[in-house]
């Protein structure tokens, strides 16, 4: 399994980024049956989940990212997306794309968001 992110950078307080995650070796079925997770870790804090979203397209948010993150797949481009608007301080960390597939986890390499005031 091959998560590949991107999208991740530096940006002002009030700025947007859209990250993505594809997993182009994934045979378009199999992708389109799997439920994936946006988690961050901050420095000195646990993983925390951002924003899911299932194979039927049922999106779950964090609190803290309601109304302000998006979450979305691209079938056919077997990828997928986290929209982030009005970013903060508190958005800065190391994000990850997850799914569990055939009994086992399996995480993106990880893209950096980084947010100046």
């Known amino acids: 399994v091959n998560l590949v992110e991107s999208g991740g950078g530096s940006v002002q307080a009030g700025g947007s980024l859209r990250l993505s995650c594809a997993e182009p070796?994934?045979?378009?079925?199999?992708?389109?049956?799997?439920?994936v997770t946006w988690y961050r870790q901050a420095p000195g804090n646990q993983r925390e989940l951002v924003a899911s979203?299932?194979?039927?397209?049922?999106?779950k948010y964090a609190d803290s990212v309601q109304g302000r993150f998006a979450i979305s797949k691209s079938n056919t481009k077997k990828t997928t997306y986290l929209q982030m608007n009005e970013l903060n301080a508190e958005d800065i960390g190391v994000y990850l794309c997850?799914?569990?597939?055939?009994?086992?986890?399996?995480w993106g390499q990880g893209t950096q968001v980084t947010v100046s005031s």
């Open positions: 070796r994934i045979i378009l079925s199999t992708f389109w049956a799997t439920d």
């Open positions: 997850y799914h569990r597939r055939w009994g086992s986890d399996y």
């Open positions: 979203i299932t194979s039927d397209g049922v999106t």
